[in-house]
């Protein structure tokens, strides 16, 4: 009555259990391909074969080929030594000093009126807060003075409290021009610094080329130490390529005559008949061999 049921959760265990059984097969099935159409031997045989070609090729153009190639090292580092001196030589350092020395200064003449306008705030601070003590002073007799009235908002004659106002406002204007000084300080000490860095910067790099000159070099000399390290690589570049060219036709003659081109394409057969019969785990006739061997093993497991 109930087989349906049964046959149900047969059904649901045996589809958990085949992706474990599928993982199984298919590394066997790699496994064995691989083995099949095995490379290794016709591998070790090529290289056996190319003992000799490949010390020859190593002693006849790979050595003088890395010797060229450390000569072109040599000779960039040479050309951009070379190349560093002209940029020394050929600016003009009068006109960049000049430059130099007028943002020097006009941002020295800015940073002087920004420390005499923070010292006047630093005056206008004092004398606010000498005038508001000075008020304090004066009503400190008469704040609930006169028959206990106090101080009037505005009067003619006598303290009122639209002075102190005035002075509170003044005091607090004046801290927030010298905070405002200070930073625009801050800023212009850094370009100052700035500035006079780059007076600096330009006056050593004139003193290389005071030295430059002193050891015999001028820009004539440079030139010529540059078009001759250019030339001097297209020549060893010519060189390499015709080296790289015949060691390439020495090794297809060498690998011709000792019939490793033949091997190669064997080896190229095998790993494509490899891959063609990896790729045949995924068909659906060997999947479907595969999902029903599962099934027959799973139930005959379980007496079913």
């Known amino acids: 009555m109930f087989k349906w049921l049964t046959d ?14 599928e993982n199984d097969c298919r590394k ?15 591998r070790r045989d090529i290289t056996a074969r190319m003992v000799v070609p490949t010390l020859y090729v190593s002693t006849a153009f790979d050595a003088p080929i890395r010797l060229f190639e450390r000569e072109l090292q040599n000779n960039a580092q040479a050309v951009s030594d070379a190349k560093a001196k002209l940029a020394v030589l050929t600016r003009d350092y009068k006109a960049e000093l000049d430059r130099a020395y007028v943002t020097l200064n006009e941002t020295r003449e800015k940073l002087d009126l920004c420390n005499q306008s923070l010292s006047s705030a630093y005056d206008d601070l004092k004398n606010a807060k000498r005038d508001l ?17 106090k101080l009037p908002d505005h009067a003619f004659f006598g303290q009122d409290l639209s002075d102190r106002d005035r002075y509170k406002s003044r005091r607090d204007s004046a801290a927030q021009e010298i905070s405002r000084y200070k930073a625009e300080r801050s800023r212009l000490g850094e370009r100052f ?34 078009d001759r390290g250019h030339g001097e690589a297209r020549s060893i570049d010519k060189k390499v ?49 595969r999902k029903a061997k599962h099934r027959e093993e799973w139930l005959a497991a379980r007496d079913r």
């Open 193 to 226: 610094n700035e500035a006079r860095s780059a007076v600096q910067h330009i006056k050593d790099a004139r003193q290389k080329m005071f030295d430059l000159k002193k050891a015999g070099f001028d820009k004539r000399l440079v030139n010529a130490v540059i």
């Open 8 to 21: 149900f959760v047969d059904d649901t265990r045996i589809a958990f259990a085949y992706s474990h059984y």
């Open 241 to 289: 390529a015709q080296l790289t060219k015949s060691r390439s036709a020495y090794l297809e003659q060498a690998k011709d005559e000792l019939g490793v081109n033949k091997l190669e394409a064997e080896i190229r057969r095998l790993e494509q008949a490899c891959q063609t019969q990896i790729r045949a785990f995924d068909s659906e006739s060997a999947t479907a061999v």
């Open 133 to 149: 003590d000075s008020w304090y002073c004066k009503a400190e007799g008469n704040w609930f003075g006169n028959g206990g009235k």
């Open 28 to 42: 066997k099935w790699v496994d064995d391909a691989e083995r099949m159409y095995s490379t290794e031997n016709i």
